[in-house]
């Protein structure tokens, strides 16, 4: 099987029906993307890793037909902690909290910090009440 072949099964395990459909998806060219699928380009590593992203499959797979398709997606990896043991276990428990700070950090909102009046820059013209209520 070529990787082209192996784009297709891809493309279909993630339910686009066609080949235009899953470019617009990823926003890729269709004429480069279907090229890639109907093997006739070559698939450049860049786009086999943008692919393999896209389609949550294996890049080793998608290139070379090594490992698994499926990536371990969160659902296969609770049922791969449900067989961890002992030691395993701790080091994945450790693994998940760090991985969970380093989101928790990256998804904070800077901090902005509180003007106060001096620092605003001062008017250049005053607005008359009447003014003020006519705007």
């Known amino acids: 099987m070529n990787p082209n072949e192996r784009l297709r099964i891809a493309r279909k395990a993630r339910h686009f029906k066609s080949a ?10 269709y004429g480069t993307y279907s090229g890639h699928e109907n093997g006739l380009r070559g698939i450049p590593r860049d786009e086999i890793l943008r692919y393999a992203s896209f389609f949550r499959v294996s890049p080793g797979w998608l290139d070379y037909g090594e490992g698994e398709m499926e990536l371990m997606l969160p659902g296969n990896i609770l049922e791969a ?3 961890l043991e002992g030691p395993y276990l701790t080091k994945a428990a450790e693994l998940i909290l760090m991985v969970k700070g380093l989101q928790d950090n990256s998804m904070a909102l800077p901090t902005t910090p509180t003007l106060q009046e001096s620092s605003l820059p001062s008017p250049k013209k005053q607005i008359s009440p009447t003014t003020r209520r006519n705007l």
């Open 81 to 83: 902690l449900r067989n």
């Open 20 to 29: 235009a459909q899953a470019a617009e998806a990823m926003g890729a060219a």
